[in-house]
């Protein structure tokens, strides 16, 4: 039975959450009906769903979702194997596990901020790389200012970035697996390699799905780091939805629209989870 | 936790095989820690370094004269100083807020039945996985019209609404037996004393791991301190480094380092002492 604690404990953050969570988010779907400019208030006009049909019909909304979509295609494969092989090392780790798991794992609570000026740092023209191919002999890359690299640049900083966070998630996956299943495989004789495949990657599927799916939505919201390394060039070709978003909203003053690109990210957000929750069930969450 | 001791049991029955490929194992290890570190060893060794041109090659580091130049220019003459006091003042006094506010929110979650409670949680839950993005126009719209646009209350405020310490206090109360409480209750004692004499003082190991990552996320926070703040003078870390890379003028690369190895050294410190508590707040959904 809940019975005589006191309810009013919640009231402060609740509070707190109603005025910077959920009345922002109301705002939000509100302003995307309207063409709203802060420093034009008095010329604010409902609009309707145009906000939503100008953003599907503009060439910048599809090169930003192009450009996730070639984020995630790239990164992803990468990602997930090279996480996948570092947790498994990391779980055959007798000695000094604890040290390895930490260098590996530190980056992922580093600032995105710091990470994208360090690499920026290793990209610029003068940087590091650069240095060393000339020291090959060989020519300078124009890692950030050449449009076919500018993206790669970044994914190659994300990958960097993220595989020790996910070989995090999918070492802790791996911890969850009996030891006596392990233990029963082997004594019927598989070698590790079967081990591996037919016993610890089937446990891993749930963890394994969410990595992905996580990833994936990650790709959506990626903002700092073009922020700092391309400011979405050169030729757009960095630009992504949140970023648009931000350009929108604080360089062009249209709100309306820039919430409406908001719920649209929203809208896909919600549509993967939703298919997470359609092929993972709960699993998922027993798995985290 | 040690499911690696399953792997080493197996291991020891093949002990001849199990050394060569122990060596593969940890020299592998070795070189993935490297490879995730090797960024911030190159940031540091950058920032104490002189003059304004990044050392070219790791083979020079040791030749390049080491020296606190970038650190005293830093301290002098540019807003740096600026930037670390904000960001000091804004997570000294978010976090502790955000500790405060997740036992008691938390503890009424788990204790006591009021109406909407399930509705607040369900919400509180979304918010987790909500791209943050979503609030940015809003909230610069609701600190602009209360003019509260470049101040310290729109830097802090926002972090208070952060539903995932609220959430795991929920989460960590439900797991402790409330017997203890209700003895209490019977004895005579008011909800507040119940509170803070006997929930409070055992929830440390839980607040461990909201304050840990409130932290982080506090400390490395961008996306809200970059919209809501206008004047150099209130720009926190990730912020002012972030403009201060996108400057018009030639970069100052060891400037920039060295205050990125400035906004690095409070996320060491947290990383070595509290790096159990950040992997339970990252398995248990906190976004970083």
Do not use: C
Not at chain 2, 76 to 88: H, K
Request: no cysteine.
């Amino acid at each position: 039975m809940k019975r005589g604690a006191r309810p009013l404990g919640v009231l402060p953050w609740a509070l707190a959450f109603f005025f910077f969570g959920v009345a922002p988010l109301a705002y939000a779907l509100a302003l995307s009906f309207l063409d709203y400019n802060p420093l034009r208030a008095d010329r604010t006009v409902w609009v309707g769903l145009a906000n939503y049909a100008t953003a599907l019909q503009s060439p910048s909304f599809w090169r930003a979702l192009r450009t996730t979509a070639y984020f995630v295609v790239g990164t992803l494969p990468v990602t997930l194997t090279l996480a996948y092989a570092v947790a498994s090392l990391l779980a055959r780790a007798r000695r000094a596990e604890t040290f390895f798991r930490a260098a590996i794992f530190f980056p992922a609570a580093l600032s995105m901020v710091v990470i994208s000026l360090v690499f920026k740092s290793l990209y610029a023209e003068e940087g590091l790389l650069n240095g060393w191919l000339a020291a090959a002999g060989l020519s300078r890359i124009h890692w950030l200012l050449d449009p076919r690299l500018a993206l790669p640049s970044i994914m190659i900083m994300d990958i960097w970035s993220s595989v020790g966070y996910y070989a995090i998630l999918i070492l802790a996956g791996r911890k969850t697996l009996p030891d006596d299943q392990l233990e029963a495989a082997r004594l019927e004789g598989l070698s590790a390699w079967e081990v591996e495949r037919r016993i610890v990657f089937p446990h891993l599927r749930p963890v394994l799905l969410f990595v992905v799916l996580l990833n994936t939505i990650r790709a959506f919201q990626i903002f700092i780091e073009v922020f700092v390394l391309t400011r979405g060039g050169p030729l757009e070709s960095t630009l992504t939805l949140v970023y648009h978003l931000y350009d929108r909203a604080f360089y062009h003053f249209e709100m309306g629209y820039a919430s409406a690109l908001a719920f649209l990210l929203l809208i896909l957000v919600g549509g993967l989870l939703v298919i997470q929750r359609y092929v993972l069930g709960e699993r998922a969450r027993e798995a985290r | 936790m040690r499911g690696g001791a399953a792997a080493s049991g197996a291991r020891a029955g093949r002990a001849t095989r199990s050394r060569g490929s122990a060596w593969g194992l940890y020299l592998a290890l070795s070189a993935i820690s490297l490879a995730s570190l090797a960024p911030l060893l190159y940031m540091a060794r950058v920032s104490f370094g002189a003059g304004s041109d990044l050392p070219i090659a790791p083979a020079d580091w040791w030749g390049h004269p080491l020296s606190l130049e970038h650190y005293r220019d830093l301290w002098s003459g540019g807003p740096m100083a600026r930037f670390a006091f904000n960001s000091l003042l804004v997570t000294g006094v978010a976090v502790p807020i955000q500790i405060l506010l997740a036992a008691a929110a938390g503890h009424a979650l788990a204790r006591s039945g009021f109406v909407g409670r399930g509705t607040l949680l369900a919400l509180a839950t979304a918010f987790l996985i909500l791209p943050k993005q979503v609030l940015l126009a809003p909230l610069y719209l609701l600190f602009a019209s209360a003019g509260l646009l470049d101040t310290y209350a729109a830097l802090v405020l926002p972090h208070l609404a952060d539903p995932f310490g609220v959430l795991f206090m929920a989460h960590y109360y439900q797991t402790l037996s409330p017997e203890l409480e209700e003895a209490a209750r019977t004895d005579g004692l008011s909800a507040s004393a119940i509170f803070w004499r006997i929930v409070f003082p055992v929830s440390g190991p839980g607040l461990a791991v909201v304050g840990v990552n409130g932290f982080l996320t506090t400390w490395n926070a961008f996306l809200h301190p970059l919209v809501l703040t206008t004047s150099e003078s209130m720009r926190t870390l990730p912020v002012g480094l972030a403009l201060f890379a996108q400057s018009e003028h030639r970069v100052d690369w060891g400037a920039l380092l060295a205050g990125s190895t400035i906004a690095t050294v409070p996320v060491v410190l947290a990383f070595l002492l509290f790096q159990r508590q950040i992997v339970e707040g990252i398995l248990k959904g906190s976004s970083r």
